[in-house]
């Protein structure tokens, strides 16, 4: 494979109608830049809002795949099966990728893709993580992404410094992914990317998006220094998902993100139910999210919490806690949705094992659907529940 010369890299449409990109795939990116830095001919293509160009007839098809994308997944391997040219397919469902089933691929590359990318292409692996080059940009038009909602300034982009999550949510495909071992870049090279996004595109706004900021404080503290020194905060806003666990989320660490330039916390609470979160495996108290949300405000900055409906153990009475938990707290702006059985999380393997979870194809994952149930609640219980408000 070392002498193919035109390599076209995809993100497949979503499973629903979805007309919009909020991000360029970095993956994708960083296996363009990895490509060309070898001399070959690269095209990215994120197909909800691009058309497959059928003009470019690649040597190699690299495709990333979530499990809200296995439908048109399933369609483009099977396209390039017919053409005859090699499929590699990466991206947290290759875990689930059945090859009889779904579509014969060349390559199934299950975690970081890389060096798996770099042996496809016939070249030595990369040592350390600061060893991989930046997401080449230009492989996209930075214009047609939206950025992820709520944004405090436009254009804005995601970023992520880091690779792995110490957590063991049993919802979470993350570790599954990346593992739980986490890998740091280098904040210079993090901030360096920043004032790139900045100079070369406009950016505005940057979502550090890593799963928790704050797990390395050292390191947090250090790209906020940075930012400072360069002027960056001065230039731009910034947004961070954090833990609410107390010696994680500091009066310290509030005080240098909110110098920084940070406008916006994200905390995944998930549910205002101590029961809720020790059967998730959260390792965080009610009282500690309670802490998180009436503090992170008084450092000038807003918090957006996100809570997940109906995963094992959920009642009537614990979502009422939660309610009440977004009653006292009001969060300035909440997000919820039903649980998912990601492939290979131990939720998944839970509710397989118990029955409660529905038959549905991969194709038909969809966000906003009910497929599971609890001990307590029927899938119509959980469809026909309206959903939380700040009140």
Not at 213 to 234: D, V
Not at 357 to 374: C, E, F, H, Q, S
Request: hydrophobic share 40%; with cysteine; aromatic share 10%.
């Amino acid at each position: 494979m070392v002498d193919m010369q035109k390599i076209l890299l995809l993100q497949p449409k979503t499973n629903w109608l979805h007309p919009y990109v909020e991000s360029p795939s970095i993956g994708l990116l960083t296996l363009g830049a990895l490509a060309r830095r070898l001399g070959h001919e690269v095209k990215v293509q994120h197909l909800d809002i691009d058309v497959l160009d059928t003009s470019f007839m690649p040597d190699l098809v690299g495709i990333t795949c979530n499990t809200f994308q296995v439908k048109s997944a399933r369609e483009l391997v099977g396209l390039f099966n017919d053409k005859g040219i090699p499929v590699a397919l990466g991206g947290p469902h290759a875990i689930a990728w059945n090859k009889q089933k779904d579509g014969y691929v060349n390559d199934l590359v299950v975690g970081e893709g890389e060096n798996r990318w770099l042996e496809i292409l016939g070249q030595p692996p990369i040592e350390e993580i600061d060893d991989i080059p930046l997401p080449d940009y230009s492989l996209v038009d930075m214009s047609r992404f939206c950025g992820v909602i709520p944004m405090g300034s436009t254009p804005s982009m995601v970023l992520f410094g880091s690779k792995g999550c110490p957590g063991k949510c049993t919802f979470c495909n993350t570790p599954v992914f990346w593992g739980r071992k986490c890998r740091y870049r280098n904040p210079i090279s993090i901030v360096d990317q920043i004032a790139l996004l900045n100079r070369e595109y406009g950016v505005q706004e940057v979502f550090i998006q890593d799963d928790t900021f704050n797990s390395n404080m050292p390191w947090a503290q250090e790209i906020f220094g940075r930012i400072i020194t360069m002027g960056l905060h001065k230039k731009m806003v910034f947004r961070i998902a954090c833990r609410s666990n107390e010696k994680m989320l500091t009066e310290n660490f509030l005080k240098a993100a909110r110098n920084a330039g940070v406008w916006n916390i994200f905390i995944g609470v998930e549910s205002g139910s101590q029961k809720m979160l020790y059967n998730m495996k959260k390792h965080v108290t009610v009282e500690e999210h309670r802490r998180a949300l009436q503090l992170i405000p008084q450092y000038g900055m807003k918090v957006q919490a996100s809570f997940i409906i109906g995963l094992p153990g959920e009642t009537w009475d614990t979502i009422a806690e939660t309610q009440k938990f977004i009653n006292d707290t009001k969060p300035w702006m909440i997000g919820a949705g039903y649980a998912t059985p990601f492939p290979g999380t131990e939720f998944d393997r839970y509710v397989t094992e118990r029955e409660h979870k529905l038959p549905i194809d991969y194709a038909d994952y969809m966000y906003g659907n009910v497929m599971v149930r609890t001990d307590e609640l029927t899938y119509d219980d959980l469809r026909n529940f309206k959903g939380y408000q700040v009140k």
